[in-house]
């Protein structure tokens, strides 16, 4: 077990808090706050505040004591580490002022009642990667590779507009058709985009590229496909705890499939990634992030050192 506690100095609610973290998984932490009594709300992301009069406790259960900068040093070489910049008031300050750059000419009581529904959607209760992390994530991703000189295609605003809206409608509800998702937030787009003055032919880029956002597969030719392909697949490369946290929050928003149905999707999700040669589409995404990524699939698929079977 490797969950670790800091000093109680936090004060609140009349007393002082520990963090409680653990630098392995956030499925282990949870587990051993569940047999601990701790109450879900106490969880802020990656860690639960814990009352001073739990800790010797919590200790005597296993917690390891550790200071307060070496648990966040732990934390954080772990992948599980949430910034500040993460988190959902900063993110959602932030990304306003990224939609706003889209938008130059256009005011505020034009553009932020629009941004205000995406992030709405975004932030919804049942989104756990889906969210507005992954949203930023993949706004980041798409602006490294337009740095790096990957070409945008004739609208690279649409790309960055598709990045908006990929995944704006999510519901990840087995009953719906595949793709059911992607073509809803396509339609949204054509719906929405008109209000803030983007001309049709680049209306239907977005909602073309956001569609493909289903199969990932963009034409050879299909620049901008290429970028935010790569630009939502990127979360596949992640460090060991990045990509654990990713495993674990999709399995969250899976949460009305069962297990033995999410394992066999999952296992197809997989061995499909793995059969694209390459998995990325960029010549900065295949340089920087395709053989962590087939490390990463090829350790969930056949964990411990388990071999393909024929």
């Given amino acids: 077990m490797s969950v670790l506690i800091d ?19 956030l499925e282990e932490l949870h587990a051993f706050a569940r047999a601990m009594g701790i109450a879900p709300n106490a969880f802020d992301g990656d860690h639960y505040d814990v009352p001073v009069s739990m800790y010797e406790e919590l ?5 390891e004591e550790v200071s307060g900068s070496e648990l966040v040093r732990r934390l954080v070489k772990s992948g599980l580490r949430i910034t500040a910049a993460e988190r959902s008031s900063k993110l959602e300050k ?4 990224r939609f706003a750059r889209l938008f130059p000419n256009t005011s505020e009581l034009e553009r932020d009642p629009i ?3 995406l992030l709405e959607r975004w932030d919804e209760d049942h989104r756990h990667y889906h969210d507005l992390t992954h949203l930023m994530s993949v706004l980041k991703n798409i602006e490294y590779l337009e740095r790096q000189g990957e070409p945008m295609g004739v609208f690279p605003r649409a790309v960055k507009l598709a990045g908006w809206f990929h995944d704006a409608i999510y519901r990840a509800d087995p009953v719906l058709p595949p793709g059911q998702d992607e073509e809803d937030s396509a339609r949204l787009a054509e719906r929405v985009l008109p209000e803030l003055g983007v001309p049709g032919p680049e209306i239907l880029e977005t909602a073309r590229l956001i ?10 030719d299909d620049h ?15 460090n060991p705890g990045g ?5 674990e929050g999709v399995r969250q928003d899976f949460g009305k499939v069962d297990d033995a149905d999410f394992v066999a ?3 197809r999700f997989l061995r499909g990634m793995l059969a694209q040669n390459p998995i990325f589409n960029t010549q900065t995404g295949r340089k920087r992030w395709e053989r962590p990524a087939r490390r990463n699939l090829m350790s969930e698929l056949y964990p411990r050192g388990g071999k393909a079977q024929d």
């Avoid at 932030?94 to 002022?97: A, E, R, T, V, Y």
């Fill in 7 to 25: 000093p109680a100095r936090w004060p609140a609610h009349g007393t002082v808090f520990s963090h409680l973290v653990s630098d392995e998984s």
């Fill in 59 to 63: 200790v005597a259960a296993g917690a």
């Fill in 94 to 97: 932030i990304l306003h002022q």
């Fill in 115 to 117: 941004c205000d529904a």
């Fill in 211 to 220: 569609r493909l956002t289903f199969t990932h597969d963009p034409h050879d």
């Fill in 224 to 238: 901008g496909g290429k970028v935010l392909s790569d630009a939502d697949l990127e979360v596949l490369a992640r």
């Fill in 243 to 247: 990509y654990q946290r990713y495993r």
């Fill in 265 to 267: 999707g999952r296992e």
